[in-house]
């Protein structure tokens, strides 16, 4: 047991001594997440939403209070359009950074129980479009709590009587249409990409445990290590071993660093994210050895794993959040996708039910991946393989 804790201890050191490593694997990361997630989070000014009311009907009186409400001013700018039309110029003109507009059914098919909504317009930026749509689903989500008396201007009374006459309008769907839509889900943007990468940079900290076997082949001094008189697996495993000690610790480095310098909120089950770490890292390994047993080489393998880790942290959002949606449903094939769905439900406190389903999925990929990659093993230890 002292063999492979001396070899993998000895990768450690290895690893934190060279410069590069520590500026790829610690410093990239952490200035990638502070970039990306203070350009969406930090820049959080009023968005200019220009608002066409076609409708004239009761509803209308209660939809010009709110966008002129001062709680609405503290996240909107609202300018009023004369049409639909000058809603388009304005957005194109870049006066506006988000457009709606208020049919002249709306009133009307809401009254009668029928589905109603609002037409979006969004704008470049995704930030803007995501605090413009927030804020109006805030008042569209009021007219289906039950609040329909209030927001109709009907009296008291009269709703009481309207209720109890069977007369009141049922609560029905009133949302926003268009291609606005909350590209970050239930956490910030320093939240999403803080898990993005975490998982793209912990998949990079596996591809050594190939690249050290490869390089003592490529170097001739592989023979030494099975002249060692201990057994060559301990050897093998020890190297494996500093790999999973550096993923460790880049990710608890990664994760204080932003929690206490960014305040990024990594939730209040650290455990459940030191373990869903630990698989990731094990199905970094697992794809390494994969590739190392079929490229052959270190350049070759470096160059692939580069170059699948890239392509998969790009189809799950990771680096450009609003994809189109044929392009996110191929990254559910993905570890990075399995990883990152689970730390986004530790962040926002999800149900610890449906945590240990993500994370149960992320542990057959890593069992699966090791499996290979064990049986492929021979492949890219034996010496003239």
């Keep these: 047991m002292q063999t492979w804790m001396t070899v993998a201890w000895y990768e450690l050191i290895q690893f934190l001594r060279l410069r590069s490593v520590v500026i790829i694997m610690f410093i990239l990361p952490l200035f990638?997440?502070?970039?990306?997630?203070?350009?969406?989070?930090?820049?959080?000014k009023p968005v200019n939403i220009s608002v066409h009311i076609a409708d004239q009907g009761p509803i209308s009186k209660d939809i010009e209070a709110f966008l002129k409400d001062e709680r609405t001013e503290r996240y909107a700018i609202v300018s009023f359009a004369s049409s639909g039309k000058?809603?388009?110029?304005?957005?194109?003109?870049?006066?506006?950074?988000?457009?709606?507009?208020?049919?002249?059914?709306?009133?009307?098919?809401?009254m009668s129980g029928q589905k109603a909504s609002w037409i979006a317009y969004p704008g470049r930026q995704d930030y803007e479009n995501l605090m413009a749509e927030s804020t109006m689903k805030f008042f569209l989500n009021e007219l289906q709590t039950g609040r329909m008396a209030v927001i109709a201007g009907l009296e008291a009374g009269s709703a009481e009587q309207l209720a109890g006459s069977g007369g009141m309008p049922p609560l029905v769907s009133a949302e926003l249409t268009g291609e606005g839509k909350a590209v970050f889900g239930s956490v910030s943007a320093i939240q999403y990409y803080?898990?993005?990468?975490?998982?793209?940079?912990?998949?990079?900290?596996?591809?050594?445990?190939?690249?050290?076997?490869?390089e003592e082949k490529e170097k001739g001094t592989l023979g030494r290590l099975y002249a060692v008189p201990?057994?060559?697996?301990?050897?093998?495993?020890?190297?494996?071993?500093?790999?999973?000690?550096?993923?460790i610790v880049q990710a608890i480095t990664i994760i204080v660093f932003t929690w206490q310098v960014f305040g990024v909120s990594w939730g209040s089950r650290p455990w459940l994210l030191v373990l869903v770490c630990m698989l990731t890292s094990l199905c970094a390994i697992g794809i390494?050895?994969?590739?190392?047993?079929?490229?052959?080489?270190?350049?070759?393998?470096?160059?692939?794993?580069?170059?699948?880790?890239?392509?998969?942290?790009?189809?799950?959002?990771?680096?450009?959040?609003?994809?189109?949606?044929?392009?996110l449903e191929m990254g559910k094939y993905t570890i990075n996708h399995w990883a990152v769905v689970t730390i986004k439900r530790i962040m926002d406190e999800s149900d610890t039910a449906l945590i240990w389903q993500s994370m149960g999925v992320l542990a057959m990929i890593a069992a699966a991946l090791l499996i290979?990659?064990?049986a492929r093993l021979k492949k890219v230890v034996k010496l003239h393989a």
């Excluded at 000058?86 to 809401?110: C, H, K, M, N, T």
């Excluded at 201990?230 to 993923?247: D, E, N, R, S, Y």
Aim: proline residues 3%; hydrophobic residues 55%; glycine residues 10%.
């Design 32 to 44: 990638l997440i502070f970039l990306l997630g203070t350009v969406f989070d930090n820049q959080m």
């Design 288 to 327: 390494s050895l994969i590739i190392a047993s079929f490229a052959g080489t270190s350049k070759a393998t470096q160059s692939i794993f580069s170059s699948l880790t890239v392509l998969m942290t790009f189809v799950t959002g990771g680096m450009i959040a609003d994809l189109s949606p044929n392009v």
């Design 372 to 374: 290979i990659a064990f």
């Design 194 to 214: 803080g898990g993005a990468y975490l998982i793209m940079f912990l998949l990079y900290s596996g591809m050594p445990a190939a690249l050290s076997l490869l």
């Design 86 to 110: 000058e809603v388009l110029e304005q957005l194109r003109e870049g006066s506006a950074d988000y457009g709606i507009v208020v049919p002249e059914d709306f009133s009307a098919r809401f």
């Design 230 to 247: 201990q057994p060559f697996w301990m050897i093998v495993l020890g190297k494996f071993a500093g790999t999973g000690l550096f993923a």
